[in-house]
C-alpha cells in the first residue's frame, strides 16, 4: 500500500504499553495503551495524524491560509492551528460557543499563537461548512478549509497508518477501541483493517450523537475513501461497532462520575484521559469489558490525547 504524500510532524511510532494496574480484576484480558497523545505537544493526540496528510494536500495545492472548525476548546483547531504556524501559514478557526472570561486550555493556546478566531452559536454551527468557504473566498491568499477534526477521506489515511503501526509494534492485537468524536479516526481503522484483510475489530465508544449517527458518518467517509483512490473493499454498515451510551449529559460535559473516573485512572495509572473523549471512551470501554461484550483478548486502547482540554474543567476537580 503507497500512502500519498504527506508531512511528519506527528512523533511516530507512539509508544503501546500495557494498563498496568487499572483492569487488574477483569483478567480475563491483556489491555494495551497506544499513546497517540505522545505524537507531540503543541501538535499533540490522533489529529496530528491526520493533519500529515491533510496539510501536506494543503501545501501541495498552494494554500497559504488554513481554516477549520469544531469546538471552543477543540484539540484539532489548537493542532491546526500550531500545524499551519510551523509550515508559515495563517490560521481561521470557527469556534462555537462564547468566549470565557478566563482563557484556559486550547483556547488559551490559540489566542497565545494569535491565530484569527470567528466565535460562531451553536445555531450558526449549522452550517458551519457554508461558514468557512465563505471566509475563503474572501481572503486575499489561497485558502484550504479542513473539516471538523479532520475527518475525511484524506485524514483517513492517518488512522490507517496507525493501524499498520499498531500491528508492527504487536501483531498479536486482536481488538482496537477509540473515542468517535467526528469519525475519522475509526474510519481510517476499519479502512487500514481492510486494506490489511486483518481479522482485528475495530470498536469506538462516541462521545456525541448516537451510534446511527457515526454508522452513517463513518461509512461515508470510508465511501469517499474508496472513490477518491480507487479501492474497492467490501464491509456491511452492521461491521461499523460503536458502543453507545456514554455520552453522559452531552457533548463536552461531564459530571461527578466521569471526574471521579479520571482521577480513579489517574490514581492507578498515572495517566490523564480528557474528559471530553478518552474518559468517556475509557468508561465504555471498561463498562463493556465487566459486560464481556469486547471481542478478542489482547486489546489496544488508543489514547487519542485532549489534555489540555481537561484545564477547562477545573472546578470538577
Ligand atoms: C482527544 C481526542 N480524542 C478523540 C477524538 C475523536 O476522534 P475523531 O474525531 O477522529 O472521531 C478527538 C477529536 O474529535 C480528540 O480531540
Same mark, same amino acid.
Given at each position: 500500500?503507497?500512502?500519498?504524500?504527506?508531512?511528519?510532524?506527528?512523533?511516530?511510532?507512539?509508544?503501546?504499553?500495557?494498563?498496568?494496574?487499572?483492569?487488574?480484576?477483569?483478567?480475563?484480558?491483556?489491555?494495551?495503551?497506544?499513546? /497517540? /497523545?505522545?505524537?507531540?505537544?503543541?501538535?499533540?493526540?490522533?489529529?496530528?495524524?491526520?493533519?500529515?496528510?491533510?496539510?501536506?494536500?494543503?501545501?501541495?495545492?498552494?494554500?497559504?491560509?488554513?481554516?477549520?472548525?469544531?469546538?471552543?476548546?477543540?484539540?484539532?483547531?489548537?493542532?491546526?492551528?500550531?500545524?499551519?504556524?510551523?509550515?508559515?501559514?495563517?490560521?481561521?478557526?470557527?469556534?462555537?460557543?462564547?468566549?470565557?472570561?478566563?482563557?484556559?486550555?486550547?483556547?488559551?493556546?490559540?489566542?497565545?499563537? $494569535?491565530? /484569527?478566531?470567528?466565535?460562531?452559536?451553536?445555531?450558526?454551527?449549522?452550517?458551519?461548512?457554508?461558514?468557512?468557504?465563505?471566509?475563503?473566498?474572501?481572503?486575499?491568499?489561497?485558502?484550504?478549509?479542513?473539516?471538523?477534526?479532520?475527518?475525511?477521506?484524506?485524514?483517513?489515511?492517518?488512522?490507517?497508518?496507525?493501524?499498520?503501526?499498531?500491528?508492527?509494534?504487536?501483531?498479536?492485537?486482536?481488538?482496537?477501541?477509540?473515542?468517535?468524536?467526528?469519525?475519522?479516526?475509526?474510519?481510517?481503522?476499519?479502512?487500514?483493517?481492510?486494506?490489511?484483510?486483518?481479522?482485528?475489530?475495530?470498536?469506538?465508544?462516541?462521545?456525541?450523537?448516537?451510534?446511527?449517527?457515526?454508522?452513517?458518518?463513518?461509512?461515508s467517509i470510508m465511501q469517499r475513501f474508496c472513490s477518491r483512490y480507487n479501492?474497492?473493499?467490501?464491509?456491511?454498515?452492521? /461491521?461499523?461497532?460503536?458502543?453507545?451510551?456514554?455520552?453522559?449529559?452531552?457533548?463536552?460535559?461531564?459530571?461527578?462520575?466521569?471526574?471521579?473516573?479520571?482521577?480513579?485512572?489517574?490514581?492507578?495509572?498515572?495517566?490523564?484521559?480528557?474528559?471530553?473523549?478518552?474518559?468517556?471512551?475509557?468508561?465504555?470501554?471498561?463498562?463493556?469489558?465487566?459486560?464481556?461484550?469486547?471481542?478478542?483478548?489482547?486489546?489496544?486502547?488508543?489514547?487519542?490525547?485532549?489534555?489540555? $482540554?481537561?484545564?477547562?474543567?477545573?472546578?470538577?476537580?
Amino acid at each position: 500500500m503507497e500512502y500519498p504524500a504527506h508531512f511528519n510532524e506527528a512523533h511516530l511510532p507512539t509508544p503501546l504499553i500495557p494498563v498496568r494496574h487499572f483492569f487488574k480484576k477483569i483478567n480475563k484480558y491483556e489491555i494495551y495503551l497506544k499513546r /497517540d /497523545d505522545f505524537t507531540g505537544v503543541e501538535l499533540s493526540g490522533n489529529k496530528v495524524r491526520k493533519l500529515d496528510f491533510l496539510m501536506k494536500e494543503a501545501w501541495e495545492k498552494g494554500a497559504r491560509h488554513i481554516i477549520t472548525c469544531g469546538g471552543i476548546q477543540s484539540n484539532h483547531c489548537r493542532a491546526t492551528a500550531f500545524y499551519a504556524t510551523k509550515l508559515g501559514m495563517k490560521t481561521t478557526l470557527v469556534l462555537r460557543g462564547e468566549m470565557p472570561r478566563n482563557m484556559t486550555g486550547n483556547l488559551l493556546l490559540n489566542r497565545l499563537l $494569535g491565530v /484569527d478566531i470567528k466565535l460562531v452559536t451553536k445555531e450558526e454551527y449549522k452550517r458551519v461548512g457554508e461558514i468557512m468557504e465563505s471566509i475563503a473566498a474572501q481572503l486575499p491568499e489561497p485558502a484550504y478549509v479542513i473539516p471538523e477534526g479532520g475527518s475525511n477521506e484524506v485524514g483517513a489515511w492517518g488512522y490507517i497508518r496507525a493501524f499498520k503501526e499498531i500491528m508492527e509494534q504487536d501483531s498479536s492485537v486482536d481488538t482496537i477501541v477509540s473515542a468517535s468524536g467526528s469519525g475519522g479516526t475509526h474510519a481510517g481503522l476499519l479502512l487500514g483493517k481492510l486494506l490489511s484483510d486483518s481479522p482485528v475489530q475495530i470498536l469506538s465508544v462516541n462521545v456525541c450523537d448516537d451510534e446511527a449517527y457515526f454508522v452513517k458518518k463513518i461509512d461515508s467517509i470510508m465511501q469517499r475513501f474508496c472513490s477518491r483512490y480507487n479501492y474497492s473493499l467490501l464491509w456491511e454498515r452492521k /461491521d461499523i461497532r460503536i458502543l453507545d451510551g456514554f455520552v453522559g449529559s452531552g457533548y463536552a460535559q461531564i459530571g461527578r462520575k466521569e471526574a471521579t473516573f479520571i482521577k480513579r485512572f489517574a490514581h492507578s495509572e498515572g495517566i490523564v484521559l480528557d474528559p471530553v473523549y478518552t474518559a468517556k471512551a475509557m468508561l465504555g470501554f471498561e463498562y463493556n469489558l465487566k459486560n464481556g461484550t469486547i471481542p478478542g483478548k489482547k486489546i489496544a486502547f488508543i489514547h487519542t490525547g485532549g489534555i489540555y $482540554g481537561t484545564f477547562a474543567f477545573s472546578e470538577m476537580f
